[in-house]
């Protein structure tokens, strides 16, 4: 079943923070996050583990919640670079069969 | 992480005729391989997972006789649209699992006439 992701679009100013939300009805083993840029190949940005913790990779962090099974996908102090439709993914076991959401697509201007 | 090269890029075929998309592992021996399919600002909707040496398995409603998938060898996964049709045309990508992440290749354009 297809993860819901929110808000499907936003909008920033360079500098400015968002969050980023996915919600499954299924218990997980792990949700992924990618972002894609038009035309191209997304790009892996973190997985977030059943019992895992928080992780960050630069100014762009996630976290898991296991009871609710959600995750959010937080990104500070946003860059022009950052613009693309950001996707999670999950999967109900240690399989790499990826169940992806409706994306949400940021973008950030000067 | 796992290098995955997608060709063509981009290809424009006539109705009726049949595409074939090329997936290779450059420097790792995919054992499975996904099939993707996005429309556009679609999400990407996973088509069959392709087994080296075995049979694919396909998401329901996938067509198996319109969609080939072969998996001769553990740097190759072919993916064929046989009689494409407009409503074929897409964007189709592959992708491998290597170290809890899925590694995309660069996708391929199919526009049918």
């Known amino acids: 079943q297809q993860p819901v992701q929110s808000p499907q679009a936003v909008i920033l100013r360079e500098g400015e923070d968002a969050v980023i939300n996915c919600s499954s009805s299924?218990?997980?083993?792990?949700v992924h996050w990618y972002r894609q840029k038009h035309g191209e190949a997304p790009v892996f940005l973190m997985i977030l583990l059943k019992g895992g913790e928080q992780k960050g990779h630069e100014k762009i962090s996630a976290s898991f919640n296991e009871k609710k099974q959600q995750s959010s996908l937080y990104l500070t102090a946003s860059q022009l670079s950052y613009s693309g439709t950001y996707f999670c993914g999950t999967e109900r076991g240690s399989n790499y069969k990826l169940t992806f959401g409706k994306g949400t697509l940021l973008t950030v201007n000067p | 992480g796992a290098v995955v090269s997608q060709h063509p890029s981009w290809v424009i075929c006539k109705s009726g005729t049949s595409v074939k998309i090329e997936c290779r592992s450059l420097d790792f021996q995919a054992t499975t391989m996904f099939w993707y399919r996005q429309f556009p600002k679609q999400s990407l909707m996973l088509m069959a997972t392709s087994n080296e040496g075995s049979k694919a398995t396909y998401e329901q409603g996938v067509e198996k006789d319109k969609f080939l998938i072969n998996h001769a060898s553990l740097t190759l996964s072919t993916l064929t649209v046989t009689s494409a049709h407009p409503e074929d045309s897409s964007f189709y990508i592959c992708s491998t699992g290597e170290d809890e992440k899925l590694f995309f290749g660069s996708g391929t354009q199919l526009s049918v006439l």
């Open positions: 299924k218990a997980l083993y792990s």
